[in-house]
């Protein structure tokens, strides 16, 4: 079917065709999983698109909304992504994301697991270890 006359597509294989998801299946996961909305509900990976309808896409803790431009079943390159698809997500939802950047440790409770890669360099740079510089020397007797 040529892509101009196109009047829907499946959701899992436009998100997979515009980028959103690295893979088709991942795709097909997402809305298996309830991750994938239109209209505020939860749709199956066979659920036909159509051109002007918002898809809300939550990956904690935030949830993208992206407006159907253009219909494709074939993937693209990221410069064209843009003619397909209009991010529409509200501000406050990259707040989320800023405040969990910032606050650092996103998903670990405190005091559950071994402590990350990351944990343990935050806490060598706060603790200075091995890292004391001198600014006298004990070997003069001045």
Known sequence: MNETHMNEVRIDKWMWATRIFKTRT???????????MIGGTNVKPSR????????QIRKP????SFKVL???????SAKLVPEYMENVTPPEQYEILEMNRISGFVDR?????????????DLEEFNGADDFEFDFDFDSED
């Open 26 to 36: 991942i795709a097909a996961e997402a809305c298996k999983k309830n991750r994938v």
């Open 48 to 55: 036909m698109i159509r051109t002007g309808e918002v898809i």
């Open 61 to 64: 803790p935030v949830t993208y």
């Open 70 to 76: 253009g219909l494709t079943e074939r993937r693209m």
């Open 109 to 121: 409770a405190r005091g559950s697991g071994r402590p990350t890669k990351k944990d343990r360099r």
